[in-house]
Nanobody
């Protein structure tokens, strides 16, 4: 069974930085994408950054220029570096892995709070 373990969330002041990490355990083949999503209170879950098997990376417009995702799908680990954080970045951040035709795995989520 594939599990995703996230870490790195916490409280940070506006303008600060945080680095999250996501590591997948268990056997998994043909990973198509690994990604980070977030869900703010009262809002729908939204995509933040996606890295594909071909190493293409896509960012939400709201985080372009501030967030950078690195890592290696082959190693089943990804690390979003979040800079210039804003209060509107406050959310629970979830790691996601999709593989094969139907495998869709979510992590437990890690809370990021941007506040003074």
């Amino acid at each position: 069974q594939v599990r995703l373990v996230e870490s790195g969330g916490g409280l940070v002041q506006p303008g600060g930085s945080l680095r999250l990490s996501c590591a997948a355990s268990g056997s998994v083949f043909s990973i198509n994408t690994m990604a980070w999503f977030r869900q703010a209170p009262g809002k729908q879950r939204e995509s933040v950054a996606i890295i594909t098997r071909g190493s293409s990376i896509y960012y939400a417009d709201s985080v372009k220029g501030r967030f950078t995702i690195s890592g290696d799908i082959a190693e089943k680990t990804i690390y979003p570096q979040m800079n210039s954080l804003k209060p509107e970045d406050t959310a629970v951040y979830y790691c996601n892995l999709r593989a094969g035709l139907r495998l869709d795995v979510w992590g437990q989520g890690t809370l990021v709070t941007v506040s003074t």
